[in-house]
């Protein structure tokens, strides 16, 4: 049984931006030569989230336009009106949307590779940017 | 410390469509003789997922049902723009809901069983059918 | 290899609440004397959620609106109208809910301590309530 562990650094350059990681997973997984496991991604903030889906610029625009009306701007936000004096805390939209998405995802991990299908991608997304943020990889297997 | 894989396949008959499958899952879970450990299930897709909810037809009803209002037909999906002559392509809204409901579900195993409570049953989710998919089910434990 | 298991126990007050377990779930992590693996939490319930993100009473009222809008009450819901004559049964929204925000997560553990960001706590949330209803939590590593 091996443990391994490692920090992903993303950073992003809108308040709102999908980010493509497979290329840094892949490096983690190698650097732990686990060949049969699982892979935990954990992302430990409340404004961001991690998912799995396609790489495909028009479908990522399109997921940022229904989470923007999932939890529209419309709403008084009692989080918002609390910062009312910073507008950088008034992220309300961003931390309810982390509860959607979720900061975690595990993925089996067999013959060395991550199991992921033909049109399946790691996104990090990103709700609260630009900032720099980390995701924590951590591999559990044999 | 022992790890089982195994593929389960799941067809359905319309585009959307909640299918279930504990007795797969516990076919899995006896083959693997394992009795305290953690079931990680995949789906190698991006426009399905794995839930567990209650077995209940009217139920499964009323999930679709708001997971079609939360995407919306209404929306001009950049996605399915670019796939414009190809109406199989056009499938925006299950993308979306994918990075919802997910693709992934880590369940416990306790005393040889997966611990689900009174109400629960696992739950595949299609949402770009009719197809036949596949679901990786991973088990690591003793 | 270690595994160790407990079962957490959460009483609400309202039919929806957010209420805060980190330490429950640390001292769950204590006794297992595992410091380096990973935490599953697993809500045995279809009407209740798992989820992490800020220790914020605002905050915990605009998420609480947000689903309540996701699933909003003006829609005639199939399971409701099943249990006509039972106020009890009457909690499809609860349901839909659950398989947005899920009844389960992992999370890393680190030197022996839970991987949350500064703003990151664990948060059940109830929405079938008030209920006293538990948390399966499981840790698997050294």
Known sequence: MRFHSADLTVSTSKSMEIVDVPEQVDSVLAE?????????????????????????????????TILGQLAPPSVNYSHDAKYVRSIKEQNARAHILNCLVKPSISLPIEEGRVLLGTWQSILFLEMDGPRTRSIHAKIMGE
């Not at 732990?32 to 430990?44: D, E, F, T, Y």
Request: hydrophobic share 50%; no cysteine.
């Open 32 to 64: 732990s030569r686990i060949r049969n496991g699982v892979l935990n991604l954990w992302v430990p903030h409340t404004t961001a989230a991690i998912m799995v889906n396609e790489h495909e610029a028009n479908l990522w625009e399109d997921i940022l």
